[in-house]
């Protein structure tokens, strides 16, 4: 109780974030460091992050879909007008 009521993690939940990060290949310091900055908010931004990312990529499509029916069009009319 007392780790928890000061906000240090337990023993069995450290040695579960040190092979966390040594899976990824980071330091526990690190770790530490982005927990502090990133802080409770992290999850809810990498949710906010990924649509953006998503809808990012969906409008990119769309322009390149576009552009490529501009150059169509611009190629039928340089050979309708020769």
């Known amino acids: ?42 999850a809810e931004e990498l949710h906010r992050l990924r649509m953006l990312e998503n809808e990012n990529h969906r409008l990119r499509e769309l322009v390149v879909n576009q552009t490529l029916d501009i150059d169509q069009l611009k190629s039928s009319l340089r050979k309708d007008s020769s």
């Open 1 to 42: 109780m007392r780790a928890r009521a000061t906000g240090r993690p337990t023993p069995r939940r450290r040695h579960f974030l040190a092979n966390v990060c040594r899976e990824h290949g980071i330091s526990e310091a690190t770790l530490d460091r982005w927990k502090f900055y990133y802080g409770d908010e992290a």
